[in-house]
């Protein structure tokens, strides 16, 4: 539970901002031999540092830049080999990236009051890295590996079935369960009404107007249902479908 506070806690704090299209723009920045958008200097260069203390050894870590990344400065940890080693192959931040900023980014700056610039460049670079790779989107959505797995274990003889035939749609149904979404998107939104409420409504209290949130709850519930569990899923089936390599 704290984890998704935490997602949503960044997603919250991107949403005061502007969405400041200069932050994206690739002929903008130019800094330090490094030419492109502001947010992707910002991204990798906490990705180097990052690697650099031993992050991306981690199974649940996966890098926006992985051909980039130096090494580690310390022994890399050993940790459990708990995963098929075909989870190592699988990363699929390029959808991440994509749905994030051709797709949320656009939904918060029109659900938002504050309108389309103010020149919080920094700010919402540093907003962004901390939504796609610290607990957000990235970390969310490859966790799929590790439930994949469990639930693979708990009935191999069904998914091995459907793993010898690589039928997709059969693992992914086999992975859907309906009801399960739903309640998640029902907390996702009640957790998002009580944390995202702006102050000053909470202090007035109840004055028969609709309550004032820094993002609309009904957005935060709709990227789960739309983007981060659909997107989960298919890291499961990715995962499933090399598991007998």
């Known amino acids: 539970m704290n984890s998704l506070i935490a997602r949503e806690g960044y997603l919250l704090e991107r949403a005061q901002y502007c969405y400041n299209a200069d932050t994206y723009d690739h002929h903008v920045f130019s800094r330090y031999g490094f030419h492109g958008s502001l947010v992707e200097f910002m991204v990798k260069e906490t990705e180097k540092l990052h690697a650099q203390m031993g992050r991306y050894n981690s199974l649940d870590d996966h890098p926006f ?76 959505i490859h966790y799929g590996k590790f439930v994949a797995e469990v639930k693979f274990i708990e009935s191999s003889d069904v998914y091995e079935a459907a793993i010898r035939e690589q039928d997709r749609d059969k693992l992914m149904a086999l992975l859907t369960y309906e009801a399960v979404e739903a309640a998640t998107k029902k907390r996702v939104e009640a957790k998002a009404k009580a944390f995202g409420q702006e102050v000053r409504s909470m202090v007035e209290g109840d004055d028969g107007a609709d309550p004032a949130y820094k993002i609309k709850p009904r957005l935060v519930a709709n990227l789960y249902g739309d983007w981060i569990m659909p997107l989960t899923k298919e890291v499961q089936v990715e995962y499933l479908l090399r598991r007998s390599d």
């Open 65 to 140: 830049f992985s051909t980039e990344l130096p090494k580690p400065m310390f022994h890399p940890l050993q940790y459990p080999q708990v995963l098929h080693p075909c989870a190592d192959l699988l990363n699929l931040n390029n959808k991440v990236w994509n749905m994030y900023f051709k797709n949320l980014l656009i939904e918060f700056d029109v659900s938002s009051k504050t309108g389309y610039y103010n020149g919080n460049h920094g700010s919402a670079a540093v907003c962004d890295t901390n939504c796609l790779q610290v607990y957000a989107l990235s970390k969310r």
